[in-house]
């Protein structure tokens, strides 16, 4: 069964670049049925779409974080990526990444990994 | 953006009780809302997608209804496991959005 998991640093510095791995295992990016996303949820409150990308490298963005985000996909290693440049307090959050259905459940988070908590301070 | 508002924040209820949360939209999303459950320490699930139609393995207990701007997710006798906060999300328009939650609490 597919399975998602977030990697990388737990704290990051303030106006730096969060930068954030989601492995998929079990399935391949590839597949044609789902493209990807990252969620983030602040402590104690709600969730905030962030952005999507297909195994094609095509990718929406939230306009609220457009200007900051880059979302990519290493199809070579079943992974895609998400990096946050010049971070904040506000940023502080547990991010999770998605599978989002094509096929089925079509613009749905279908799937989810456990999520990593990521802390900007000094 | 379309903004989702859920109510009530908090619904405090009984196992066994029927549960009725409401999610309203902004603008129509005609019947492109789902609903998630998330309980304390873990990734939210999807329960309800398409307004209505449960997700993998969902139990039927679960059911979803509405269109346009008036959702409703209903749980119909409350298993202990089913206390947890319960999200909507619209996937009519960019950027999706996400209600603020409700939060289901035993009484």
């Known amino acids: ?122 | 953006e379309i903004v989702l508002t859920q109510s009530p924040a908090t619904l405090s209820l009984s196992p066994g009780e029927r549960a009725t949360l409401s999610c309203r939209a902004s603008q129509s999303v005609s019947s492109y809302l789902a609903w998630y459950q998330q309980k304390p320490g873990q990734a939210p699930r999807l329960l309800i997608y398409d307004a209505s139609y449960r997700g993998t393995g969902i139990p039927a207990r679960f059911s979803g209804s509405g269109s346009g701007t008036d959702f409703t997710l209903t749980i119909s006798s409350l298993e202990p496991e089913d206390f947890a906060v319960y999200y909507c999300q619209q996937r009519s328009n960019w950027p999706r959005t996400f209600g603020q939650g409700t939060k289901l609490e035993i009484k």
């Not at chain 1, 969060?18 to 409150?45: A, H, M």
């Open chain 1, 1 to 122: 069964q597919m399975q998602l998991q977030e990697s990388g640093p737990g704290l990051v510095k303030p106006s730096e670049t969060l930068s954030l791995t989601c492995t998929v295992s079990s399935g391949s990016i590839s597949n044609s049925r789902y493209y990807w996303g990252w969620i983030r949820q602040p402590p104690g409150k709600g969730l905030e779409w962030i952005g999507n990308i297909y195994y094609s490298g095509s990718a929406d963005y939230n306009p609220s974080l457009k200007s900051r985000v880059i979302i990519s996909v290493d199809t070579s290693k079943n992974q895609f990526s998400l990096k946050l440049r010049s971070v904040t307090a506000a940023d502080t959050a547990v991010y999770y990444c998605a599978r989002v259905g094509v096929a089925v459940a079509i613009g749905y988070f279908d799937l989810w990994g456990r999520g990593t908590l990521v802390t900007v301070s000094s």
